[in-house]
Protein backbone atom coordinates (compact mmCIF):
# COMPACT_ATOMS: atom_id res chain seq x y z
CA UNK A 1 0.00 0.00 0.00
CA UNK A 2 1.11 3.23 -0.72
CA UNK A 3 1.70 5.88 2.54
CA UNK A 4 -1.33 7.71 1.95
CA UNK A 5 -2.94 4.18 1.69
CA UNK A 6 -4.77 4.89 -1.42
CA UNK A 7 -6.25 1.54 -3.46
CA UNK A 8 -7.88 3.65 -6.37
CA UNK A 9 -6.39 3.27 -10.01
CA UNK A 10 -6.83 5.96 -12.76
CA UNK A 11 -8.09 4.04 -16.49
CA UNK A 12 -7.19 6.26 -19.40
CA UNK A 13 -8.30 5.59 -22.72
CA UNK A 14 -7.31 8.05 -25.87
CA UNK A 15 -8.99 8.57 -29.15
CA UNK A 16 -11.01 5.95 -30.57
CA UNK A 17 -11.18 3.67 -28.49
CA UNK A 18 -14.37 4.14 -27.76
CA UNK A 19 -15.05 2.58 -31.23
CA UNK A 20 -13.87 -0.67 -30.00
CA UNK A 21 -16.13 -3.49 -31.43
CA UNK A 22 -17.78 -2.06 -33.44
CA UNK A 23 -15.06 -1.57 -36.42
CA UNK A 24 -11.52 -3.47 -37.30
CA UNK A 25 -12.18 -6.80 -35.21
CA UNK A 26 -9.29 -8.23 -37.17
CA UNK A 27 -7.20 -5.87 -35.08
CA UNK A 28 -9.16 -5.06 -32.01
CA UNK A 29 -11.05 -8.23 -31.39
CA UNK A 30 -14.96 -7.66 -30.37
CA UNK A 31 -14.47 -6.06 -27.10
CA UNK A 32 -16.01 -2.97 -26.23
CA UNK A 33 -14.88 0.04 -24.11
CA UNK A 34 -17.42 -1.11 -21.75
CA UNK A 35 -16.21 -4.49 -21.57
CA UNK A 36 -12.74 -3.39 -20.51
CA UNK A 37 -13.92 -1.18 -18.04
CA UNK A 38 -15.59 -3.78 -16.69
CA UNK A 39 -12.70 -6.05 -16.56
CA UNK A 40 -10.69 -3.06 -14.87
CA UNK A 41 -13.21 -3.09 -12.39
CA UNK A 42 -13.34 -6.44 -11.55
CA UNK A 43 -9.69 -7.34 -11.40
CA UNK A 44 -9.41 -4.17 -9.02
CA UNK A 45 -12.29 -5.09 -6.42
CA UNK A 46 -10.83 -9.03 -5.88
CA UNK A 47 -7.60 -7.30 -5.06
CA UNK A 48 -9.51 -4.97 -2.44
CA UNK A 49 -9.05 -1.95 -5.18
CA UNK A 50 -11.39 0.33 -7.04
CA UNK A 51 -11.04 2.16 -10.14
CA UNK A 52 -11.49 5.84 -12.07
CA UNK A 53 -12.42 5.10 -15.43
CA UNK A 54 -12.04 8.17 -18.17
CA UNK A 55 -12.15 7.88 -21.96
CA UNK A 56 -11.35 11.35 -24.52
CA UNK A 57 -10.48 11.97 -27.77
CA UNK A 58 -9.08 15.04 -27.09
CA UNK A 59 -5.33 15.46 -25.88
CA UNK A 60 -5.87 18.44 -23.37
CA UNK A 61 -8.85 16.15 -21.17
CA UNK A 62 -6.28 13.82 -21.15
CA UNK A 63 -3.71 15.51 -19.31
CA UNK A 64 -5.96 16.77 -17.31
CA UNK A 65 -7.16 13.61 -16.74
CA UNK A 66 -3.87 12.25 -15.63
CA UNK A 67 -3.13 15.40 -13.72
CA UNK A 68 -6.50 14.42 -11.23
CA UNK A 69 -4.83 11.13 -10.46
CA UNK A 70 -2.43 13.08 -7.94
CA UNK A 71 -3.86 12.88 -4.75
CA UNK A 72 -6.58 10.53 -6.19
CA UNK A 73 -4.99 7.24 -7.21
CA UNK A 74 -2.39 5.30 -6.56
CA UNK A 75 -0.99 4.36 -10.24
CA UNK A 76 -2.46 4.62 -13.99
CA UNK A 77 -3.31 2.57 -16.65
CA UNK A 78 -3.07 4.06 -19.63
CA UNK A 79 -3.87 3.09 -23.46
CA UNK A 80 -3.51 6.58 -25.27
CA UNK A 81 -4.39 5.55 -28.36
CA UNK A 82 -2.84 6.93 -31.75
CA UNK A 83 -1.75 10.29 -28.98
CA UNK A 84 0.92 7.28 -27.25
CA UNK A 85 3.22 7.94 -31.08
CA UNK A 86 2.95 12.03 -30.73
CA UNK A 87 2.06 13.49 -27.50
CA UNK A 88 5.03 15.24 -25.68
CA UNK A 89 2.19 16.51 -23.31
CA UNK A 90 0.74 13.17 -22.39
CA UNK A 91 4.69 11.85 -21.24
CA UNK A 92 4.80 15.12 -19.68
CA UNK A 93 1.27 14.83 -17.85
CA UNK A 94 2.90 11.23 -16.77
CA UNK A 95 6.02 12.05 -15.74
CA UNK A 96 4.59 14.85 -13.55
CA UNK A 97 2.06 13.60 -11.77
CA UNK A 98 4.77 10.41 -10.35
CA UNK A 99 2.85 7.39 -9.97
CA UNK A 100 3.43 4.17 -11.42
CA UNK A 101 1.68 3.85 -14.36
CA UNK A 102 1.15 0.76 -17.34
CA UNK A 103 1.11 1.54 -20.89
CA UNK A 104 -1.12 -0.99 -22.80
CA UNK A 105 -1.97 -1.25 -26.25
CA UNK A 106 -4.48 -3.74 -27.80
CA UNK A 107 -3.15 -4.64 -30.64
CA UNK A 108 1.00 -5.75 -31.31
CA UNK A 109 1.46 -2.42 -32.30
CA UNK A 110 5.12 -3.63 -33.41
CA UNK A 111 3.71 -6.26 -36.00
CA UNK A 112 1.95 -3.20 -37.39
CA UNK A 113 2.97 0.24 -39.72
CA UNK A 114 6.44 1.51 -38.34
CA UNK A 115 4.78 4.72 -37.12
CA UNK A 116 3.21 2.80 -34.36
CA UNK A 117 6.57 0.95 -33.12
CA UNK A 118 7.61 4.10 -31.08
CA UNK A 119 5.60 5.60 -27.80
CA UNK A 120 6.31 8.95 -26.13
CA UNK A 121 5.14 7.03 -23.02
CA UNK A 122 7.04 4.05 -22.43
CA UNK A 123 10.07 5.82 -21.32
CA UNK A 124 7.88 7.00 -18.02
CA UNK A 125 6.10 3.82 -18.06
CA UNK A 126 6.89 1.10 -15.23
CA UNK A 127 5.71 -1.79 -17.58
CA UNK A 128 4.32 -1.74 -21.21
CA UNK A 129 1.63 -4.53 -22.11
CA UNK A 130 1.23 -4.88 -25.99
CA UNK A 131 -0.57 -7.40 -28.05
CA UNK A 132 -2.51 -9.01 -25.29
CA UNK A 133 -5.96 -7.78 -26.37
CA UNK A 134 -7.71 -6.82 -23.59
CA UNK A 135 -6.18 -9.02 -21.14
CA UNK A 136 -3.74 -6.23 -21.56
CA UNK A 137 -5.51 -4.24 -19.04
CA UNK A 138 -6.15 -7.09 -17.00
CA UNK A 139 -2.53 -7.68 -16.45
CA UNK A 140 -1.89 -4.03 -15.82
CA UNK A 141 -4.37 -3.65 -12.85
CA UNK A 142 -3.04 -6.96 -10.89
CA UNK A 143 0.94 -5.52 -12.05
CA UNK A 144 -0.47 -1.95 -10.04
CA UNK A 145 -2.19 -4.28 -7.23
CA UNK A 146 0.73 -6.02 -6.47
CA UNK A 147 2.99 -3.06 -6.65
CA UNK A 148 1.24 -1.00 -4.76
O1 LIG B 1 -3.57 -1.27 -30.05
C1 LIG B 1 -3.95 -0.30 -29.38
O2 LIG B 1 -4.51 -0.40 -28.29
C2 LIG B 1 -3.81 1.11 -29.97
O3 LIG B 1 -3.52 2.00 -28.90
C3 LIG B 1 -5.15 1.44 -30.62
C4 LIG B 1 -5.16 2.78 -31.34
C5 LIG B 1 -3.96 2.89 -32.29
O4 LIG B 1 -3.91 4.19 -32.86
C6 LIG B 1 -2.63 2.58 -31.61
O5 LIG B 1 -1.59 2.63 -32.56
C7 LIG B 1 -2.66 1.21 -30.97
C8 LIG B 1 -6.47 2.92 -32.13
C9 LIG B 1 -7.71 2.94 -31.24
C10 LIG B 1 -8.87 2.14 -31.78
O6 LIG B 1 -9.31 2.60 -33.03
C11 LIG B 1 -10.43 2.03 -33.60
C12 LIG B 1 -10.84 2.60 -34.78
C13 LIG B 1 -11.94 2.08 -35.45
C14 LIG B 1 -12.65 1.02 -34.91
C15 LIG B 1 -12.24 0.46 -33.70
C16 LIG B 1 -11.13 0.97 -33.05
Redesign the pocket.
Known sequence: MTASGCKNLLIVN????N??G???PHI?GASTLADIEQLCIVTAESQGFTVDCFQSNHEGDLVDAIHSAAGDAAGIVI????Y??TSIALRDALAGVGLPVVE????N?HK?EEF?HFSYLSAVSDAVI?GAGISGYRMAVEYLTERI
Open positions: GPNLLLTREYNAGASHVHVSVRRV
